[in-house]
């Protein structure tokens, strides 16, 4: 795993973003992995604004996400899909019908499986990008004896909904599953750009770099299985 350390959020976000529009160039086709959240909101900025100057396309690329909430429409401003049009897809040129995100209107598992075929379709991706939670949560998977290896709906715990709730009005509001890709699939990628930004995630971090064990209970801590990790966070991040 290489660590890049940067001084506050703004700095992470163009860091990450110089790596992931280096492999844009190498390769327009691009597969990518998106993640929505707090945290790759600057990396989003950063790559709009390189399409904007004609420094990278995506007119070729391609994407999947990571997650959604369950029962939530595609056009309500709390959803995924809404961030990903928000926050990247309707600022750049990339063919909307190329880019994909799980979508379950009720918790069933149909929802799920009908995803694990898309991904299949998909192939593996080029990039991910990835979040850590607090908890150490990758996608919706939360901390837990097991994990799954595939897409599943899931029950999400207290703290992912009291963590999600500054978003919405208030907590009950928070959706109470989410559909998410597995910890198999959310890997599934040749490079990972993982990001952790702020206080909140010291933890997390800290539990990540210091610790040398792989347990489902930190789900974080399976990163270290895969050969290609970025990991990029800023200085509260990384000294708290
Ligand atoms: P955040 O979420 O980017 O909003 O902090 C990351 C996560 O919980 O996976």
């Known amino acids: 795993m290489r660590v890049i350390v940067a001084k506050d959020y703004d700095e992470m976000s163009r860091k990450a973003a110089d790596l992931v529009i280096s492999l844009m160039q ?3 086709q691009l597969k990518f992995g998106l993640a929505t959240g707090s945290t790759p909101e600057g990396l989003y900025k950063n790559l709009i604004k390189a399409n904007k100057e004609g420094e990278i396309n995506f007119k070729y690329a391609s994407s999947v996400n990571l997650d959604e909430y369950v029962g939530i429409d595609k056009q309500n401003d709390q959803s995924y ?3 990903m049009n928000d926050r990247l897809f309707d600022h750049v040129d990339i063919d909307k019908s190329k880019t994909h995100l799980p979508f379950a209107p009720e918790a069933d598992e149909k929802y799920a499986k009908e995803y694990d075929e898309l991904l299949d379709n998909f192939g593996p991706r080029d990039i991910q990008v990835l979040g850590i939670g607090p908890n150490g949560h990758v996608a919706f998977n939360e901390p837990d004896e097991k994990l799954n290896q595939r897409t599943s709906i899931i029950k999400l715990t207290d703290e ?3 963590a999600n709730s500054r978003f919405f009005d208030s907590e009950d509001e928070v959706p109470k599953y989410a559909v998410s890709m597995g910890m198999g699939d959310a890997f599934n990628a040749k490079t ?17 770099l210091e610790e040398d064990t792989i347990y489902p209970q930190f789900p974080a801590s399976f990163l270290k299985l895969h050969p290609n990790v970025y990991l990029f966070v800023d200085e509260e991040a990384y000294n708290g």
């Open 26 to 28: 190498e390769k327009p």
């Open 81 to 83: 899909q809404y961030f």
């Open 160 to 162: 992912t909904i009291k």
């Open 192 to 208: 990972l750009v993982v990001m952790a930004s702020g206080k909140n995630k010291h933890d997390a971090v800290k539990r990540l």
